[in-house]
C-alpha cells in the first residue's frame, strides 16, 4: 500500500429529528416530558484511503454513505470522531483554518442539474475557483487554464461562455469534474457521479475520471449503488450497513470471495448471464431505525447465521488471512 491520505478514527455523526424546541417535549403519564430524538447516520466509521487508489463505498439507500463523504470534506460536521489528511487532523477545524485543504479535496455532487449555478456561465463556473486559490496568475494564463481544463474533459473550449442549461447531463457533469481538477487536487470525492446519466454517457464520464487518476495521481471516495462500476473502477470496496463498515476488501477478493452475509447477499443480486450463477439471496426481517442507536451487530435482524452474542455484542472488524476485513462474529467463530 502507498501512504495514508485519509484516515478516519472511530467517526459518529447524529442528527436531531425534531429541531423545533415545541416537538421535543412530549405529553406521557398525565405530565409534559422533554424528548429529544437523534438519526444515527454513522455509528464509529474506521477507514483509511490511501494515495492514487479508488475507494468505493456501497450499501443500501440510508446507510450512511453521502453522510460520510460529506462529513469527510466538512460540509456537516461529526458528533465524535476524527478525520485526518496526512498527519494533520481536519474535522474541528473552522472555514478559515480549512483553506488550504479545500484545495486539495474536491467534491463531484450526485446532480449535475443542481451543482452548477444556472446563473453563471461555464468560465465563470471555473473562473470563480482557479483565481480565488491562484491570485498570481493574469487573466490571459486563467483564460488558457479554463480552455485546457474543458478540452481536457471533452468540452469544446468556445462553448465557455454558454449557461449550465445549454449542456446534456454528461456534459454538465464533465464540467463538474473540471470544476473539481481546477484546483489541481490530490483527493476527489464522488457521490454517485453516475446516477443521473445514460447508461452509454455513464461510461464516458466513468472511462474519464479513469484517464484523469492516471494523469494527476489523484485518489478517488466513489459513492455508488452500481456494483457493475465497482467491479471496473475500484481499488478496494468498503460495504456499508446502517451507518458502519461491515466488510473492506480488494475489488478482486470481494467480489470473488464475499465473507459477510450482508455483502453475500448484495452481490447475488447481480444479474448474470451465465445459467449457473447463485441465486439471489432474499434478505428477512425489517431494517433497524436508525433513531435508536444499535446494541449488537447492526444486521442481527436479517441475518440467518445470528445468534445471542450478534444480539449482545457489536462486532469488531478483524483483519482476515487474505487481508480483507470483516465485521461478523459468524465468520469470526467460523459459522460461516
Known amino acids: 500500500m502507498s501512504q495514508p491520505l485519509i484516515q478516519i478514527n472511530n467517526l459518529e455523526k447524529a442528527f436531531a429529528s425534531n429541531d423545533s424546541w415545541l416537538k421535543q417535549w ?27 487508489e479508488t475507494l468505493c463505498i456501497v450499501g443500501e439507500t440510508g446507510c450512511g454513505k453521502s453522510t460520510l463523504a460529506r462529513t469527510i470534506m466538512g460540509l456537516t460536521t461529526p458528533t465524535s470522531g476524527e478525520i485526518h489528511y496526512l498527519d494533520q487532523r481536519i474535522d474541528h477545524l473552522n472555514n478559515k483554518q480549512r483553506m488550504l485543504f479545500r484545495r486539495r479535496m474536491q467534491m463531484v ?69 473540471a470544476r473539481a481538477l481546477s484546483v489541481e487536487p490530490d483527493f476527489i470525492v464522488a457521490d454517485e457521479p453516475l446516477s443521473a446519466l445514460d447508461v452509454s454517457v455513464q461510461a464516458q464520464v466513468l472511462n474519464l475520471m479513469m484517464d484523469k487518476q492516471e494523469e494527476h495521481n489523484l485518489s478517488y471516495l466513489f459513492i455508488t449503488h452500481d456494483l457493475a ?66 446494541i449488537g451487530c447492526v444486521f442481527q435482524a436479517r441475518c440467518p447465521y445470528a445468534n445471542q452474542r450478534c444480539y449482545e455484542e457489536s462486532p469488531n472488524m478483524l483483519l482476515q488471512s487474505d487481508s480483507s476485513s470483516v465485521a461478523c462474529h459468524a465468520v469470526e467463530e467460523e459459522r460461516i
Open 26 to 52: 412530549r405529553f406521557q403519564n398525565g405530565k409534559f416530558r422533554h424528548h429529544k430524538d437523534n438519526i444515527h447516520a454513522l455509528n464509529g466509521v474506521n477507514l483509511t484511503i490511501y494515495q492514487g
Open 109 to 177: 455532487f450526485q446532480n449535475p442539474y443542481a451543482s452548477l449555478n444556472p446563473r453563471m456561465t461555464i468560465y465563470q463556473t471555473l473562473n470563480e475557483p482557479i483565481a480565488f486559490h491562484n491570485p498570481q496568475l493574469t487573466r490571459t494564463e486563467i483564460d488558457e487554464k479554463i480552455d485546457a481544463l474543458l478540452e481536457s474533459v471533452g468540452i469544446s473550449a468556445s462553448s465557455s461562455d454558454r449557461y449550465p442549461h445549454e449542456f446534456s447531463g454528461g456534459q454538465r457533469q464533465r464540467i463538474s469534474l
Open 229 to 294: 462500476v465497482v467491479e471496473h473502477f475500484a481499488t478496494r470496496v468498503a460495504v456499508m450497513y446502517l451507518g458502519r463498515i461491515c466488510e473492506l476488501a480488494s475489488t478482486n477478493d470481494l467480489f470473488s470471495r464475499p465473507k459477510h452475509p450482508y455483502t453475500r447477499a448484495l452481490l447475488s443480486a447481480i444479474p448474470r448471464l451465465d445459467s449457473n450463477a447463485t441465486q439471489p439471496i432474499k434478505l428477512i426481517g425489517e431494517v433497524p431505525t436508525p433513531i435508536e442507536k444499535p
